[in-house]
């Protein structure tokens, strides 16, 4: 049975093909990305009803995100940071 999930797929060992198009586009070697995916410093995104190119985000690659929510001294309202 294939995994429901890009992250579960790749612990699995699985490298799909958008895995090696998102590996190819970030220079890295497929097997290395899927590990990323597999312990979750990586993730592949991409809207199956759209036609674009899968994207590797997390720290092997180009491109990371870092959100940090919360409250501060200056603004304590978690509805805001929400």
């Given at each position: 049975m294939i995994a429901p999930t890009?992250?579960?797929?790749?612990?699995q060992g699985i490298i799909s093909d958008e895995v090696r198009a998102a590996a190819a586009e970030e220079s890295l070697n497929p097997e290395i990305l899927r590990a990323a995916i597999a312990d979750g410093t990586a993730v592949l995104v991409r809207n199956k009803n759209r036609r674009i190119?899968?994207?590797?985000?997390?720290?092997?690659?180009?491109?990371?995100?870092?959100?940090?929510?919360?409250?501060?001294?200056?603004?304590?309202?978690?509805?805001?940071?929400?």
């Open positions: 890009r992250m579960k797929r790749a612990q190119k899968p994207l590797a985000l997390g720290g092997l690659t180009r491109v990371k995100i870092n959100a940090n929510i919360g409250t501060s001294s200056a603004a304590a309202s978690i509805d805001a940071e929400l």
